[in-house]
T-cell receptor
Framework: GDSVTQMEGPVTLSEEAFLTINCTYTATGYPSLFWYVQYPGEGLQLLLKATKADDKGSNKGFEATYRKETTSFHLEKGSVQVSDSAVYFCALSDPTGGFKTIFGAGTRLFVKA | GAVVSQHPSWVICKSGTSVKIECRSLDFQATTMFWYRQFPKQSLMLMATSNEGSKATYEQGVEKDKFLINHASLTLSTLTVTSAHPEDSSFYIC???????????????FGDGTRLSIL
């Protein structure tokens, strides 16, 4: 079945450092890919998405590119801030799976001042 | 747009009581709503999918009689944890998908979650 694998955390960075959180997926169909962010004690918020190969999703300085050849959707940000500290979830939605969203395990990010 | 309101945000109650959690889509019609359970520092576990006007579809291992889901309107779904026990303590999150139905690239919109503590 479909699955999402993302790098284990926690990831600890200093402010203004470069961030990469790796995400790879397996899917039977042609999925849409998402990154969600969860701040402490809250639900998930959509951060960005991409629906086809080579699409780049971007928001709030974060970006991720849909790479079909490597089945990846890595999240990047050039300069993180303390306020970016949260848990980040990579996810996919596959039409052949009834559009059910499959989430990765989540990666916790700590940004130090 | 696409706001999902979940209520209450925090519940503490005695073992054996039933607890109802509401999930409302405030500015769109949600044909499909999802209920998740999240354990500390873990990912979301899908419990059930509910479509307006029909019975919920439960994931394997989730007790239907324990976790009652009602999706009576296009803007409201409820999860009732019946005869709750300490092992039911968790963070419960609902999400909704828009009235267009399932389409490519459509994200889910999440409520802020309900922290349930059973004493």
């Amino acid at each position: 079945g479909d699955s999402v694998t993302q790098m284990e955390g926690p990831v600890t960075l200093s402010e203004e450092a470069f961030l990469t959180i790796n995400c790879t997926y397996t899917a039977t169909g042609y999925p849409s890919l998402f990154w969600y962010v969860q701040y402490p004690g809250e639900g998930l918020q959509l951060l960005l998405k991409a629906t086809k190969a080579d699409d780049k999703g971007s928001n709030k300085g974060f970006e991720a590119t849909y790479r079909k050849e490597t089945t990846s959707f890595h999240l990047e940000k050039g300069s993180v801030q303390v306020s970016d500290s949260a848990v980040y979830f990579c996810a996919l939605s596959d039409p052949t799976g009834g559009f059910k969203t499959i989430f990765g395990a989540g990666t916790r990010l700590f940004v130090k001042a | 747009g696409a706001v999902v309101s979940q209520h209450p945000s925090w519940v503490i109650c005695k073992s054996g009581t039933s607890v109802k959690i509401e999930c409302r889509s405030l500015d769109f019609q949600a044909t499909t709503m999802f209920w998740y359970r999240q354990f500390p520092k873990q990912s979301l576990m899908l419990m059930a999918t509910s479509n307006e006007g029909s019975k919920a579809t439960y994931e394997q291992g989730v007790e239907k009689d324990k976790f009652l889901i009602n999706h009576a309107s296009l803007t409201l779904s409820t999860l009732t944890v019946t005869s709750a026990h300490p092992e039911d303590s968790s963070f419960y999150i609902c999400s909704a998908r828009g009235g267009e139905g399932a389409i490519v690239g459509q994200p889910q919109h999440f409520g802020d979650g309900t922290r349930l503590s059973i004493l």
